[in-house]
């Protein structure tokens, strides 16, 4: 209890930090909104005087007067109505700019943790919401709520009858608006579960059109995405029809509002208890007074939008752990492990690897090999950092990883994942890790991949545009620029899970020869290999079996004995049985 007492605490004081300087600004729209409703008298007031003062005495001079005052008046009004619109567009932009690079780190951060790609693309947007609701007329409307009274109290002082109407008809409105929230409360929480799954249906087929188009199974696609599409339709046209309907109504009563305060007050001059410049005063400020709440309900639909995206902010900030600030450490250079770690599926849980154990020292490589779908690539992962580890430690230089700045980590570590992709940018820019390009770097490198005289051969070489829309490389030419991308910089460690998968047998020798210039030059290397030439330059060799290390050591000895029965390793469901039964480890932060 105290624990989630402490992370709500921890949510709140975070999402405070990226909102700080908000609510001084909030409070002068507060203000700066009650001068503004004050101004909307104008129209009362003038209509008072021009039926029982101008027209009673037939001045000119009167009415002249009176008119001028009241354009001055709505002048007024009208810029400081700019104003207020101007400063809440600005507080949407400085939102943005202050949450947007937050809320889109952790869109990186959230497949690790067991989230889809389309729920995290899905959560970035959230920004753009609240950006587009502090702009727009829903967030003006909850300005001008609390300042509703103002209207009432001025239609009570011409009648108490027609006050009493008015907080009638305001008292109708709210309920109407209570309704909606509670009509629509559930529903809108499966229409943004639907829009989800709609948005990961179709990016997972934008991810394999190619294998949509020659398997000719595209009907089949766009079947389950309009399955999809059509669940996501029928839940918001279910919910945008109780909003409209409600609306409609709401309006209606207005409307019929406005006609009963006009027959009231025309009862109330016949009777002699108020003046007919009254009547009409009394219509404009019961409109005004009603208008805010009629706001709300049109605007329902972005009210609970941007209420929805602020509580999907604070519940991705409560799920995901801030990043610390380590203290600046040099760059590693004597040693890389992995100490019992292991290593659950994000979101599943399903144990992946338990209890792996690797030490190397500088200048060691490391092949991995055993049977497909054993956890060699989970292991990968885990090591570098992609995947946290659930129990065990991943060290550099006998230091955990979480104790070493990103800006060390992206010096000392190179990764090519199995799957892996390039940005759409230049082929420099994709290399250096899209940092600023240094040419030395670049080429050196492009050349320990072997793809340096690939690249020139291109129209605009390094400075070749790559992504949909620009030059399209084979699978192997881009699987060697994403291994000339962990290449980079000479980092310490680099893992390589299937670097020769595309690669033809010039791309293997370049894939052995980076390995052994890693090795040269005192760096550390694990290669995950399915051929024996990526095993050319390894010293040591793991076998990795049911989600553990089975055997670990020199690579002649693991070698002779690979034809023999490798004995089984530990079950993964043995393993999750002990790990329930383990007590549970003291929270280090890893």
Same mark, same amino acid.
């Given at each position: 209890m105290a624990r989630s007492s402490s992370r709500q605490s921890d949510?709140?004081?975070?999402?405070?930090?990226?909102?700080?300087?908000?609510?001084?600004?909030?409070?002068?729209?507060?203000?700066?909104?009650?001068?503004?409703?004050?101004?909307?008298?104008?129209g009362a007031f003038y209509m008072m005087q021009i039926y029982d003062r101008a027209l009673m005495s037939g001045s000119i001079p009167t009415l002249a007067l009176i008119s001028v005052l009241a354009l001055g008046l709505y002048m007024f009004q009208g810029g400081l109505d700019v104003i207020r619109s101007q400063i809440l567009h600005r507080v949407g932009a400085?939102? %943005?700019?202050?949450?947007?690079?937050?809320?889109?780190?952790?869109?990186? %951060?959230?497949?690790?943790?067991?989230?889809?790609?389309?729920?995290?693309?899905?959560?970035?947007?959230?920004?753009?919401?609240?950006?587009?609701?502090?702009?727009?007329?829903?967030?003006?409307?909850?300005?001008?709520?609390?300042?509703?009274?103002?209207?009432?109290?001025?239609?009570?002082?011409?009648?108490?009858?027609?006050?009493?109407?008015?907080?009638?008809?305001?008292?109708?409105?709210?309920?109407?608006?209570?309704?909606?929230?509670?009509?629509?409360?559930?529903?809108?929480?499966?229409?943004?579960?639907?829009?989800?799954?709609?948005?990961?249906?179709?990016?997972?087929?934008?991810?394999?059109?190619?294998?949509?188009?020659?398997?000719g199974f595209s009907s089949q696609a766009l079947a389950q995405f309009q399955q999809a599409n059509d669940a996501h339709l029928t839940l918001q046209s279910g919910s945008s029809d109780v909003t409209r309907t409600v609306g409609a109504l709401s309006k209606v009563l207005r409307m019929m509002l406005q006609s009963a305060v006009l027959g009231l007050g025309a009862y109330l001059t016949i009777m002699g208890e108020m003046t007919a410049g009254a009547i009409i005063a009394a219509s404009v400020a019961s409109a005004r007074a009603l208008a805010p709440i009629d706001s709300t309900i049109a605007n329902w639909k972005n009210l609970i939008a941007a209420r929805n995206a602020m509580a999907t902010i604070r519940q991705t900030m409560a799920a995901l752990p801030e990043q610390a600030?380590?203290?600046?450490?040099?760059?590693?250079?004597? +040693?890389?492990?992995?100490?019992?770690?292991?290593?659950?599926?994000?979101?599943?849980?399903?144990?992946?690897?338990?209890?792996v154990?690797?030490?190397?020292?500088?200048?060691?490589?490391?092949?991995?090999?055993?049977?497909?779908?054993?956890?060699?690539?989970?292991?990968?992962?885990?090591?570098?950092?992609?995947?946290?580890?659930?129990?065990?430690?991943?060290?550099?230089?006998?230091?955990?990883?979480?104790?070493?700045?990103e800006d060390t980590i992206s010096r000392s570590f190179g990764y090519l994942p199995q799957d892996y992709t390039l940005f759409d940018t230049t082929i420099a820019r994709n290399i250096s890790r899209l940092a600023d390009p240094d040419p030395e770097k670049v080429i050196a490198a492009a050349r320990a991949a072997?793809?340096?005289?690939?690249?020139?051969?291109?129209?605009?070489?390094?400075?070749?545009?790559?992504?949909?829309?620009?030059t399209s490389l084979s699978g192997g030419q881009r699987q060697r620029i994403a291994l000339a991308r962990a290449l980079y910089g000479d980092p310490f460690v680099v893992l390589l899970d299937e670097p020769n998968s595309n690669l033809d047998a010039e791309g293997e020798r370049a894939v052995?020869?980076?390995?052994?210039?890693?090795?040269?030059?005192?760096?550390?290397?694990?290669?995950?290999?399915?051929?024996?030439?990526?095993?050319?330059?390894?010293?040591?060799?793991?076998?990795?079996? %049911?989600?553990?290390? +089975?055997?670990?050591?020199?690579?002649?000895?693991?070698?002779?004995?690979?034809?023999?029965?490798?004995?089984?390793?530990?079950?993964?469901?043995?393993?999750?049985?002990?790990?329930?039964?383990?007590?549970?480890?003291?929270?280090?932060?890893?």
């Open positions: 949510k709140d004081a975070r999402l405070a930090r990226l909102t700080a300087g908000l609510r001084p600004v909030f409070l002068y729209i507060f203000g700066l909104s009650g001068i503004i409703n004050i101004l909307a008298l104008t400085r939102f %943005d700019a202050r949450v947007a690079p937050d809320i889109h780190r952790m869109s990186i %951060d959230m497949p690790r943790y067991g989230f889809s790609v389309a729920e995290a693309m899905e959560r970035g947007r959230t920004v753009d919401t609240l950006r587009n609701f502090f702009g727009g007329p829903a967030l003006v409307s909850l300005f001008d709520l609390p300042w509703m009274p103002i209207f009432l109290a001025f239609v009570f002082v011409l009648h108490p009858y027609l006050g009493a109407l008015a907080i009638g008809g305001a008292v109708v409105l709210t309920l109407m608006t209570v309704l909606t929230e509670l009509l629509t409360r559930k529903a809108n929480a499966q229409v943004s579960r639907a829009a989800v799954q709609r948005s990961s249906v179709a990016e997972a087929n934008a991810r394999n059109a190619d294998v949509i188009k020659a398997m600030r380590p203290l600046q450490m040099p760059d590693p250079k004597q +040693s890389f492990s992995a100490e019992g770690i292991t290593v659950v599926a994000p979101g599943s849980g399903r144990v992946l690897l338990s209890d154990t690797i030490q190397l020292e500088a200048g060691q490589a490391l092949g991995l090999i055993g049977p497909s779908g054993g956890g060699k690539s989970s292991l990968m992962r885990a090591m570098a950092g992609v995947w946290p580890v659930l129990r065990g430690h991943v060290r550099l230089d006998g230091a955990d990883l979480v104790q070493w700045g072997g793809v340096h005289e690939m690249i020139l051969a291109m129209p605009d070489g390094y400075e070749t545009e790559l992504g949909a829309s620009a052995s020869h980076a390995i052994q210039s890693i090795r040269d030059r005192g760096g550390i290397v694990i290669v995950v290999a399915h051929r024996p030439s990526a095993l050319e330059h390894v010293d040591l060799v793991g076998v990795v079996q %049911d989600g553990a290390l +089975s055997r670990f050591g020199p690579k002649s000895e693991i070698m002779r004995v690979k034809a023999a029965p490798v004995p089984p390793a530990t079950p993964l469901r043995e393993a999750g049985a002990a790990m329930k039964a383990a007590p549970a480890p003291e929270d280090t932060g890893t």
